[in-house]
């Protein structure tokens, strides 16, 4: 029996572009257990959101996977063909995408919308059954049973944010990943949704990977975290590690990035900009940017080190 | 100290509806043009910030109340006083990339104004002008002018529209959720920029936002709104640290914090669930603290210290106001 829901081996994506291909994401592994809360934060342009439609394969041109493996339990996703990775899709990885509460259908009830996710991966249900499953499914997510017979725009934006939730779990996946579920709604909704997102993964026993850039977020919900830059993991670690002892320069940063209600003049930007991916600066991609940077930083590229129970990529972690 | 001189824009018991919604509701506020604060307006999806925002810019006008500029009705100005008007508001809006024609160079956004309001004799002049708006919001021009939009960052795009606003020497910018768009990493920058143009320029900036922690970081006083009405307004310390209302109470709570104590998703459990109340006050189906006084009866906001202005039937020794606390002239 594996120990890990999901694998995540050496996984690169490259985008063709004129001048060259650039490659999104570069080498990355990480392994989740089942019922984990895993985080993928980062700046945008990162690949953190590359990382998650390339789990599920849903990779389009000029993009294009070029290397390393993803393991759903004893199953290798690069070995199935097209049709069982679409059967797989749902049912064992579900994805809320990023702004997925606008991925609705504006002209289908809710009831419809999850009908058509059953149906289409062979699990059509009678009228009567349907109906006690919608109900069983917006339950589920805190919705009350008149939302199945409304429409998108009948519906909030955490209203909506829950439904695409309840679709994501109707087959009952074992990994759930979640493309920055709450970014366009406000703080109090925000709460309500991510902690509809934590029963329900309870209640399934699903694994989460939540993929983001608030750090708050991140310290609350997840149970360890991977820090990408410029398309590669630079740091791996239980969240409590990251918040307390950040390894990695960048982690530090991004945790500042953070405005407090403490007390004033504490939120920090990062100086510059994160590097273009086809013209990555040599060396380690963060040195530029970077208040430690030294010499061997300009010239040799810091490998992710284990440092019992968590992993940083930096000379002087 | 009051001032003698008619308030910059003076919103007089705006309200605004769209059908039998009340998107804001007898709604006051003064800016002056001597005292240059940064007021933000904070309050979730629907509270009527943008409503708010869009009256002030003179794009929506009120359905009863007066919005006045230099102490004239709005719908009143002349031509060329509406001209100054639209010169001395300026707006900065939420995407920053919407705002931008993507068939044009980013120069296009900073040369229109010039010309529409002949702020320069000749093209060096002009040329001088853009460049040293660039400038004062941390860009450098020769990596910005005659560039497509699709080519900057959007932190870049966003500060170019504040180095647009500053080109017109406003005194108030009307800033909509100018950072929610933008990654965190340029947060912080660009609303430095922001407070540097208030320290530096004297510009009074009314931030609209959504995120209380950015709004305590830059702001002098807040402006809580809750379901087009204000719930609690006053000193951003006071309000912050102290908030005396539930919604603001709620809204620091529902923070995520970068914390190692993980209380964030296990006191949402025990909250009541959201649903519009009808007459009383309007927070009390998710109030912890609703009184049978609250479902019959609307708060007004009063004055509960000289700093801060709450409508709440938990504070009920105040006085009222026709002023904002810490936001007008009377300090």
């Known amino acids: 029996m594996n120990a890990f829901v999901l694998r995540v081996e050496g996984l690169r994506v490259s985008y063709d572009h004129p001048a060259g291909a650039v490659r999104a994401v570069d080498d990355v592994s990480f392994s989740l257990r089942p019922h984990e809360r895993f985080g993928l934060a980062g700046e945008s342009g990162s690949g953190k959101s590359t990382m998650a439609l390339a789990i599920l394969r849903l990779i389009r041109p000029p993009g294009h996977i070029d290397g390393g493996e993803v393991w759903l339990e004893d199953t290798r996703l690069s070995a199935l063909s097209d049709e069982a990775m679409r059967r797989l899709r749902l049912a064992g990885i579900a994805l809320v995408p990023q702004g997925s509460m606008n991925a609705l259908n504006p002209v289908v009830r809710i009831r419809g919308q999850i009908a058509d996710a059953l149906a289409d991966h062979d699990a059509p249900l009678s009228p009567r059954l349907l109906a006690a499953r919608v109900r069983d499914l917006l339950g589920q997510v805190g919705l009350p049973p008149p939302v199945a017979d409304m429409y998108p725009h009948e519906l909030s934006g955490g209203m909506k944010q829950r439904a695409c939730i309840a679709i994501a779990i109707c087959l ?45 977020l991140m310290a609350q919900f997840v149970d360890r975290l991977g820090v990408m830059y410029a398309g590669r993991l630079v740091e791996i670690a239980p969240i409590a590690d990251i918040i307390t002892t950040p390894k990695h320069p960048y982690t530090q940063m991004l945790i500042a990035t953070l405005p407090s209600l403490e007390r004033k003049g504490m939120m920090q930007g990062i100086p510059g900009l994160a590097p273009l991916l086809r013209d990555l600066p040599p060396g380690c991609a963060f040195h530029p940017r970077c208040p430690m940077a030294a010499e061997r930083c300009r010239a040799e590229r810091p490998l992710l080190r284990d440092f019992g129970g968590r992993q940083a990529a930096c000379h002087f972690a | 100290m009051a001032t003698d001189t008619a308030a910059l824009v003076e919103l007089r018991g705006v309200t605004r509806t769209y059908g039998q919604v009340a998107a804001l509701e007898d709604f006051s506020l003064a800016i002056h043009a001597d005292q240059p604060r940064i007021i933000a307006i904070v309050g979730e999806s629907g509270s009527g910030k943008t409503t708010l925002a869009r009256v002030l810019l003179g794009l929506v006008a009120p359905t009863s109340g007066h919005v006045l500029y230099q102490g004239r009705d709005l719908h009143a100005l002349s031509g060329t006083e509406r001209r100054a008007f639209r010169r001395d508001i300026q707006a900065i809006f939420q995407d920053p990339y919407g705002v931008y024609n993507p068939f044009y160079r980013v120069d296009h956004v900073l040369t229109t104004p010039v ?136 809204l620091i709570a529902s923070i995520p914090q970068v914390s190692t104590e993980r209380t964030w998703l296990a006191d949402e459990a025990a909250k009541p669930q959201d649903q519009p109340g009808d007459g009383g006050c309007r927070f009390v189906a998710r109030c912890p603290h609703a009184m049978p006084l609250c479902r019959r009866s609307v708060p007004s906001l009063l004055r509960t210290e000289p700093r801060r202005d709450v409508a709440c039937h938990l504070y009920t020794g105040g006085v009222q106001q026709e002023t904002l606390a810490g936001v007008s002239a009377d300090r």
């Open chain 1, 172 to 216: 009952r996946p074992k990994v759930i990943i979640a493309d920055e579920p709450t970014s366009a709604l406000d703080v109090v909704v925000q709460r309500q949704v991510m902690a509809t997102l934590a029963r329900v993964q309870q209640e399934l026993g699903a694994a989460v990977v939540l993929v983001g850039h608030d750090m708050g």
């Open chain 2, 115 to 250: 010309a529409r309001f002949r702020l320069a004799k000749s093209r060096t002049e002009a040329r001088g002008l853009i460049a040293d708006a660039l400038r004062a919001v941390g860009l450098r021009p020769e990596e910005i002018l005659g560039r497509y939009p699709h080519q900057l960052s959007g932190g870049q795009r966003q500060r170019v529209m504040v180095a647009r606003a500053l080109l017109l020497r406003p005194h108030l910018i009307v800033a909509d959720e100018p950072v929610s768009m933008v990654d965190a990493s340029l947060r912080a920058t660009i609303l430095g920029s922001l407070r540097q143009l208030n320290q530096e320029r004297g510009i009074s900036i009314i931030y609209i936002t959504h995120d209380l922690a950015t709004a305590y970081q830059v702001a002098d006083s807040i402006i809580v709104l809750y379901r087009a009405a204000v719930a609690e307004a006053g000193d951003v310390e006071l309000v912050v640290k102290a908030p005396k209302h539930p919604y603001t109470q709620l």
